[in-house]
C-alpha cells in the first residue's frame, strides 16, 4: 500500500525559508515521478515542481524557479523541497504526490495524473 508523509511546514516570515520532506513507502520509489503541488484556499492546486523517476529529470513552475529545489534520495525513499525567497503568496498547502505507473513525469502534470497523495502540511507567510 502505497504511504506518503509530509512534514517540515509552519509559519514564517516573507523572505524566510522552509524545507518540507516526504517519506514514501509502499511502491518503487526510485522508478517513479515525484511531486510537490500546492493548494491555497479558493484556488486550484497546482503542480510546484515534478523529479521523474531514474532520470535527472526536474520541472518548476515559474512562480517558483529560482527560490524553491526539490531533491529526492531513492536510498531513503525520501522527497524534499527546500524553499528559500518565501513569498506571502507562497502560503499554501502543500502535498506530496507520486504516479507510480510513470517515471517521467513529463514537465508539470495537472493533479489528476497522480495516483497517491499524503495529507499535506500547511505553509504559511507572513509579510
Known amino acids: 500500500q502505497v504511504h506518503l508523509v509530509e512534514s517540515g511546514g509552519g509559519s514564517v516570515q516573507a523572505g524566510g525559508s522552509l524545507r518540507l520532506s516526504c517519506t514514501a513507502s509502499g511502491y518503487s520509489y526510485d522508478s517513479a515521478c515525484m511531486a510537490w503541488f500546492r493548494q491555497a484556499p479558493g484556488k486550484e492546486r497546482e503542480a510546484v515542481a515534478t523529479s521523474s523517476g531514474g532520470i535527472d529529470w526536474i520541472v518548476y513552475a515559474d512562480s517558483v524557479k529560482g527560490r524553491f529545489t526539490i531533491s529526492r534520495d531513492n536510498a531513503r525513499k525520501m522527497l524534499y523541497l527546500q524553499m528559500n525567497s518565501l513569498k506571502p503568496e507562497d502560503t499554501a498547502m502543500y502535498y506530496c504526490?507520486?504516479?507510480?505507473?510513470?517515471?517521467?513525469?513529463?514537465?508539470?502534470?495537472?493533479?489528476?495524473?497522480?495516483?497517491?497523495w499524503g495529507q499535506g502540511t500547511q505553509v504559511i507567510v507572513s509579510s
Open positions: 504526490a507520486t504516479d507510480i505507473h510513470h517515471s517521467l513525469c513529463g514537465g508539470l502534470p495537472k493533479a489528476s495524473a497522480f495516483t497517491d
